[in-house]
């Protein structure tokens, strides 16, 4: 049986890490929306049409080593202002959100566009300037010397060209329940977010 859990919000406010733990709770497959995106953005940056990328994007352009660095953030985010990109990248999202056993997917516009119809919707938030810290660190942890201004400036452009785009643009859906991370530790984040979706089931 299909169940879908959509997850959607700014870059760095948690979703990923929630959606990692919901999917693993509830036995359910995770695809991380993003990726798709930032495979796209890295091949534009190789000189590939960002169109035709996202026509022949292939499991190994998943799995490349470059795709959670902040040049293919930048990248993801122009390429995904353009509608025949995500149209490209719609069948799949929506084949993977109503696959049997249950699909959690974290993104932008799953509430929205990839999937309306999801059972359970959430929409993860936080401060911009916690977001950048929390980004921050990764960036850090991974080897980066990006400083924290260089990060929250990355995090608020990026933020700005996703709401504003005029296909899919980040919003919340009309039956999305908010989770502010802002002032919760992950495991906080976690159970709030799998009291939501017990309440849909
Ligand atoms: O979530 P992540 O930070 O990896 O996403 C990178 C970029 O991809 C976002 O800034 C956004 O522009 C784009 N994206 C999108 N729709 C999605 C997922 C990501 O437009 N469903």
Do not use: W
Request: negative net charge; aromatic residues 4%.
């Amino acid at each position: 049986m299909a169940f879908t859990i959509a997850i959607d919000g700014p870059a760095a406010a948690g979703k990923g890490t929630i959606s990692r733990a919901v999917a693993a709770h509830f036995g359910f497959a995770h695809l991380d929306t993003g990726l798709l995106y930032r495979a796209v953005g890295v091949r534009m940056l190789e000189g590939t049409d960002p169109v035709e990328a996202a026509a022949t994007l292939t499991p190994a352009d998943l799995e490349r080593g470059d795709l959670r660095g902040a040049a293919a953030a930048q990248a993801a985010s122009r390429v995904a202002t353009i509608p025949e990109v995500r149209s490209a990248l719609l069948d799949f999202q929506r084949a993977f959100a109503r696959r049997a056993g249950g699909a959690v997917l974290d993104g932008r516009d799953i509430g929205t566009v990839i999937c309306p119809e999801a059972e359970a919707k959430l929409f993860v938030t936080a401060s911009a300037e916690v977001r950048a810290r929390r980004r921050h660190a990764e960036l850090r942890a991974a080897g980066s010397d990006m400083t924290y201004d260089a990060v929250l400036a990355d995090v608020l452009d990026r933020d700005a060209r996703d709401r504003d785009r005029s296909t899919a643009p980040l919003i919340a859906a009309d039956d999305a329940v908010l989770i502010d991370t802002s002032a919760m530790d992950i495991a906080a984040a976690i159970a709030a977010a799998i009291t939501a979706i017990d309440a849909r089931r």
